[in-house]
C-alpha cells in the first residue's frame, strides 16, 4: 500500500526515538515509480532470490531502506577490525490484524556471509513490525571482507561490503534523501538531507553523465555511498557525500 507522504513522515519522526540509526525516510506519495539508476554501481549487484528454509520457513526477504557500515579497529598484530552494522527496514503502517515479525536471516555459503531481511506475516497482530538493529561482526584482512547485505533500497540489490570500503571510502551509507537541485554544476554537486542535516552530495563521473534532476522542491532519492567531514579552512566544517550510485525517483514501498 502506498502511503500519503505526510502520514508515512509522521511514523517516522516516531521511529528517530529508535536507539540504532536515527534518521527520517522521506517517500513520495502516487503511484510506484521504477527509479532511475545513475552512476556506476560498483559496489552493488542484483542477487538471486534468497532461498528461505529451516529456521526461516515462512519468512520472506524484506526491502532494507537504512544500511551504514563503519569498520572499528581493534588493537592487535593479525590487522583484526569489527564491521560496525545498522540495518532498517521500513515500518509497517495500516497493517491491521495482519502485521508482520522481523528478523534478520544470515547464512553463510562459500565463505560469502549473507545478511538479509526477512519477514512474516502474523494473522492477528496488530503491532507494525520493524527491522531494526545493530550488528557487529568481527573480520580480519586476512580472511577477506566477504559479507553480502541483500535487498538495499531496491529488491534484489546487493552490496558485497569488500567492493564497497576502499582506502578512500572509510564507510558505507545506503539511505533515503531528499535531493534537490545541483548547486555546482562543473563540480556535479547537489544539495541534500538526510538526519535532519543537510549535505553535498558529489556526483562520481558516471552519475554525472546523467545525472537525477529533481524539481523545484526537494524530492525523495536513495542515495548510495560515503559521507566525510570537510574540516578546510576556507569554510565552516560540513559534511560531504561522495555517491557511488542513485536510485531516483524512489517511493521505498
Known amino acids: 500500500m502506498i502511503i500519503p507522504f505526510f502520514l508515512k513522515l509522521a511514523v517516522i519522526?516516531?521511529?528517530?526515538?529508535?536507539?540504532?540509526?536515527?534518521?527520517?525516510?522521506?517517500?513520495?506519495?502516487?503511484?510506484k515509480i521504477e527509479p532511475a539508476v545513475t552512476g556506476t554501481g560498483k559496489p552493488t549487484t542484483l542477487a538471486?532470490?534468497?532461498?528461505i528454509a529451516g529456521a526461516d520457513a515462512g519468512f520472506t526477504p524484506a526491502l532494507l531502506e537504512w544500511v551504514v557500515v563503519k569498520t572499528v579497529a581493534r588493537e592487535s598484530d593479525d590487522g583484526s577490525f569489527t564491521w560496525d552494522i545498522y540495518l532498517r527496514s521500513s515500518m509497517e503502517i495500516f497493517c491491521e490484524l495482519d502485521c508482520s515479525e522481523f528478523k534478520l536471516g544470515e547464512v553463510t555459503i562459500n565463505g560469502i556471509t549473507e545478511l538479509t531481511a526477512l519477514k512474516k506475516t502474523i494473522h492477528g497482530n496488530s503491532n507494525p513490525g520493524i527491522l531494526n538493529i545493530h550488528k557487529e561482526i568481527p573480520a580480519t584482512i586476512a580472511l577477506g571482507n566477504r559479507i553480502k547485505i541483500n535487498n538495499v533500497g531496491l529488491m534484489g540489490q546487493a552490496i558485497m561490503l569488500k567492493d564497497a570500503f576502499t582506502k578512500d571510502n572509510p564507510n558505507f551509507y545506503a539511505v533515503p534523501m531528499l535531493i534537490s537541485k545541483i548547486i555546482d554544476s562543473p563540480q556535479g554537486v547537489l544539495l541534500g538531507e538526510f538526519s535532519g542535516k543537510k549535505?553535498?552530495?558529489?556526483?562520481?563521473?558516471?552519475?554525472?553523465?546523467?545525472?537525477?534532476?529533481?524539481?523545484?522542491?526537494?524530492?525523495?532519492?536513495?542515495?548510495?555511498?560515503?559521507?566525510?567531514?570537510?574540516?578546510?579552512?576556507?569554510?565552516?566544517?560540513?559534511?560531504?557525500?561522495?555517491?557511488?550510485?542513485?536510485?531516483?525517483?524512489?517511493?521505498?514501498?
Open 13 to 31: 519522526v516516531a521511529l528517530i526515538s529508535l536507539p540504532a540509526c536515527k534518521t527520517t525516510s522521506p517517500s513520495a506519495a502516487g503511484a
Open 48 to 51: 538471486p532470490p534468497v532461498a
Open 199 to 253: 549535505i553535498e552530495i558529489h556526483l562520481d563521473r558516471d552519475t554525472m553523465k546523467s545525472p537525477p534532476n529533481p524539481g523545484l522542491e526537494p524530492e525523495s532519492a536513495f542515495v548510495l555511498g560515503s559521507l566525510f567531514n570537510d574540516n578546510s579552512s576556507e569554510r565552516p566544517t560540513t559534511e560531504e557525500f561522495k555517491s557511488s550510485k542513485i536510485l531516483f525517483p524512489w517511493t521505498g514501498n
